[in-house]
């Protein structure tokens, strides 16, 4: 009887629907879709969508993408678990490793653009503020293809199949490099004057796209003037890798008018808020109220519940409030030698007397990083510097002396105890094999969060990512008024040298060497030295696959206490370097990986894209 109700129940539903087409049923909207009139009306609705855009933009490294790429080149290595010990093990470099095909972006924001022109009835001022907007994602994207990719088809209007069985119309060639580097910059320019959001640090404004053009136009310098320099230049027939080297002053002219534009009329300024020089550079990066530096910046907010894991996977191992993650990002010795002393002169760490015959001896196990570049401290935790309030103490083990020599002494566990009573190895390392702890006896500080429950898995991190800051328009400035031939490039640099507590004009003269070494330390892990080494034309020689090379190479440096008693060195540190032991094959860089190779996929679906050299 149920089932026979339930029948007869049916048929009068399908006879309702059957003859009442026209009723307000069937005309009811739905509860759970938003339609085109609806979104492209509201501007709560917009900015969400372009909340979404932002959040998918693309990134090589960030605190939430790639961030484990930071132990993939010179600057670090793996130390945490084991089971990603193979980006210690990068025998070569794979060509598709910074490949980058993302149309489904560009696709979507093309049908917003479109959208807002044809469906939204919103007043023209705030419908062109929102296509600037939008233009400008779009042009950052592409600046994100073009830098790993050289020149990829510019789609910049929505494409429709119409089913007709040939989609040949849809099928777009690569444009130039030189190509996509000019839209990028054009579009730049262009929404310059409508994008406002002035004053915001999370969404673009005319700074933020002059910041893009400071970037994008010396990328395209550089590799317009080092790809032609090279022996046999990287190029294809078309132009879709290559850049004239005659364009070279054109782009540093364009990217040096940017970035003075943005240091003379944007009111931004170096973050110099704290006496002390170390935390103040490590301030510069994690600081978000008040601070004048950064100009463009992915946030996170604990009271939006938006957080990262970053710190809760790379705090130093002592400092670690969890009983699982930390000490996954170690720097390597090499970076930490990049910081120069404060007299300007080389920052090799001094272990040994001149003829090698004896260590040098340090009372504490940090005086050996006395008087160096304040920058050190600000991105990197070394043997003895403070974290959180508390010092990060290390010691690898002790060297005994047995009458003629040393026997170093190490230990299979952390927080281990010598037969004297003291220290044999500390709670933070360095160790040898122990995963979660460095393996090259330093850790990193920036964008490591030291607010309390930070490094815990319940309460996580809101520290936010720095895509621009003022350090690096420095830079930008600096790098294209030397390519110009203008004096005032080093001045650009001294600014930055000086807030690192070098005195005023420390540097007389500017090198090449020099920007490098500049760009190296201000902005070390902030997904600077791929690109940079990329558009120099230097990424394979600094990365060479050579055992030889100390820059394809991680080092470690280990502090030993001295045991000899009655001796005036008993109790003191020495200081042991090597190849930092879980680190097992140098850094490869080949020729064909300055382009990404472009997948059998896209080019069966488009015929008309051709293949990047090498591949």
Excluded at 374 to 386: D, E, K
Excluded at 493 to 521: K, Y
Aim: with cysteine.
């Amino acid at each position: 009887m149920k089932f026979f109700k339930r029948y007869i129940l049916g048929l009068t539903l399908l006879s309702m629907l059957s003859t009442s087409c026209d009723s307000d049923y069937l005309e009811l909207e739905p509860p759970n879709i938003l339609l085109d009139d609806q979104v492209w009306n509201d501007t709560k609705l917009i900015t969400g969508v372009l909340s979404n855009y932002y959040d998918r933009l693309p990134a090589h490294t960030s605190l939430t993408t790639g961030w484990a790429d930071f132990a993939a080149y010179d600057e670090a290595m793996w130390s945490g678990y084991s089971g990603n010990d193979g980006l210690n093990n990068i025998f070569s470099y794979n060509f598709g490793r910074w490949g980058l095909w993302d149309y489904g972006l560009i696709r979507d924001i093309n049908l917003a653009i479109d959208k807002l022109n044809t469906v939204s009835e919103l007043s023209e001022d705030q419908k062109t503020q929102f296509l600037s907007e939008l233009r400008f994602i779009r042009a950052y994207v592409y600046f994100e293809h073009v830098k790993r990719m050289g020149g990829v088809p510019l789609i910049t209007e929505e494409l429709i199949y119409d089913f007709s069985g040939d989609p040949s119309y849809l099928q777009y060639p690569r444009n130039t490099e030189a190509e996509v580097y000019d839209f990028v910059i054009s579009e730049m320019e262009a929404i310059m004057p409508t994008l406002g959001n002035n004053g915001s640090q999370t969404r673009a404004n005319r700074f933020t796209a002059l910041a893009v053009v400071s970037r994008a136009a010396l990328y395209a310098g550089s590799l317009a003037k080092y790809n032609s320099e090279m022996g046999s230049p990287i190029q294809l027939p078309g132009g879709e890798v290559g850049i004239d080297p005659s364009r070279a002053e054109g782009y540093y002219t364009k990217s040096l008018n940017a970035s003075k534009t943005i240091l003379e009329e944007g009111g931004y300024g170096l973050y110099n808020a704290n006496p002390d020089l170390g935390e103040n550079f490590y301030e510069a990066i994690i600081t978000k109220n008040g601070n004048p530096e950064v100009i463009w910046a992915q946030d996170y907010l604990l009271s939006a519940d938006k957080r990262h894991g970053f710190t809760y996977d790379n705090v130093a191992r002592s400092a670690r409030e969890d009983n699982l993650g930390s000490s996954a990002i170690t720097p390597g010795l090499g970076l930490v030698e990049d910081f120069q002393y404060l007299d300007g002169s080389s920052g090799e760490l001094k272990t040994h007397t001149e003829d090698g015959s004896d260590y040098i001896y340090y009372d504490e196990v940090d005086d050996i990083f006395e008087n160096k570049d304040a920058r050190l401290y600000g991105t990197v935790i070394y043997p003895g510097a403070s974290f959180r309030g508390q010092e990060i103490f290390m010691q690898a083990g002790v060297m005994v002396w047995n009458g003629n020599s040393y026997d170093r002494i190490e230990s299979d566990g952390l927080a281990t105890e010598y037969e004297d009573g003291g220290v044999l190895v500390a709670a933070g390392g360095p160790h040898r094999s122990i995963q979660e702890v460095s393996n090259t006896g330093f850790y990193l500080r920036k964008y490591v969060d030291n607010a309390v429950g930070a490094s815990t898995r319940g309460i996580r991190s809101e520290v936010w990512w720095v895509r621009f800051r003022l350090g690096e328009i420095y830079l930008n400035a600096a790098e294209a008024a030397f390519e110009l031939g203008m004096p005032e490039a080093v001045d650009y640099i001294n600014v930055l040298r000086e807030r690192a507590g070098f005195g005023p004009n420390s540097l007389s003269s500017l090198t090449m060497e020099d920007i490098m070494q500049e760009r190296r330390v201000e902005l070390a892990f902030e997904d600077h030295v791929v690109w940079d080494y990329k558009r120099w034309r230097v990424a394979h020689e600094k990365w060479d696959g050579n055992t030889s090379n100390p820059e394809s190479m991680i080092y470690s440096l280990y502090p030993y206490r001295v045991v000899r008693p009655g001796d005036p060195r008993d109790g003191k540190f020495v200081f042991v370097r090597s190849v930092a032991p879980r680190f097992r094959a140098p850094r490869f860089f080949q020729l064909g990986n300055y382009y990404s190779f472009i997948g059998q996929n896209i080019i069966d679906a488009n015929p008309k894209i051709v293949r990047n050299p090498f591949h």
